[in-house]
C-alpha cells in the first residue's frame, strides 16, 4: 500500500510534490519518523519556518550561510527551494537526508550541496541537527 504525504497545500496539483513512502499494514497506521523528517524538512523548505527546529549544532552549521537554495545550472542565480518545482526530500542514510527540486524555467534538476542530519524530538517537533557540506567532487 502507498501512503503520501502533501509537502505543500499549495502543491497538492502537482504530483511530483507529493512525498511518498512505502507503509506496511492497515491504512489507519502512523507515518514512520522517516516520513515525519521528511515533511516537515520539504515544508520548511516551502517557506514553513515553524516546520523544523535547529539545535545549536546545525545553527552553526549554518552561520553566515544562505541555505537553503537552489541553483540553475543554466543562469547561475541562487534562489529559495520554494521557487523551484517538484521538490523531493530523500533519505539518504539513517537520519541523512537531502533534497532536489527541477528549474520551473529550465528543467534543470538541482540537488543540494548538503546533506541533512535530523529526527523527530521527545515533543514531536523535527530537529535539524546538522547541515553539513558534502566533499566537492571533481
Known sequence: ML????????NRD?????????????TSSEPSS??????????FLKGD????????????DLYESTW?????SVEGMLDSPASFKDL?????????YKYEAVC???GDRFVDFTTISAYVARDGVV????????DAVE
Open 68 to 72: 537553503p537554495e537552489v541553483c540553475c
Open 14 to 26: 502537482s504530483p511530483d510534490s507529493v512525498i511518498t513512502a512505502t507503509v506496511t499494514g492497515d
Open 49 to 60: 519556518k515553524d516546520a523544523v527546529r535547529f539545535t545549536e549544532r546545525a545553527q552553526a
Open 104 to 106: 520551473p524555467t529550465h
Open 88 to 96: 523531493v526530500v530523500r533519505k539518504v542514510g539513517p537520519g541523512l
Open 127 to 134: 530537529e535539524i541537527e546538522e547541515v553539513k557540506w558534502d
Open 3 to 10: 501512503f503520501a504525504l502533501i509537502s505543500d497545500q499549495q
Open 34 to 43: 522517516d516520513e515525519i523528517v521528511q515533511n516537515a524538512i520539504a515544508k
